[in-house]
């Protein structure tokens, strides 16, 4: 399993903007073979920050949605991001 986590610094002032903007991505999300969660939430204290959760069954399957990547207009409103990835696969024997 592969979980995917950090948060989005946005503009506070287009936040609720980029928010709605992510409504598409987050259905496509939840509908792709192996998305078992999918979440771009407002943070409750910051008013720039966006969260990200996401949770893959695999590698591969994460790598096949994100192909589609933001669009333009998503991608502008980004100011800074840390996202980072998560290999949380069972391991035998461990």
Request: proline share 4%.
């Given at each position: 399993m592969i979980i995917v986590a950090g948060y989005l610094?946005?503009?506070?002032?287009?936040?609720?903007?980029?928010?709605?903007?992510?409504?598409?991505?987050?259905?496509?999300?939840?509908?792709?073979?192996?998305?078992e969660d999918f979440a771009i939430d407002a943070d409750l204290l910051d008013a720039r920050r966006v969260n990200v959760y996401e949770r893959w069954t695999s590698e591969a399957q994460l790598h096949a949605f994100r192909r589609s990547g933001p669009d333009s207009e998503q991608q502008t409103a980004i100011l800074d991001a840390d996202v980072r990835d998560f290999d949380a696969s069972e391991r035998a024997g461990g």
């Open positions: 610094t946005v503009d506070p002032n287009e936040r609720d903007r980029f928010l709605q903007s992510c409504v598409e991505v987050v259905r496509l999300a939840r509908e792709s073979e192996g998305c």
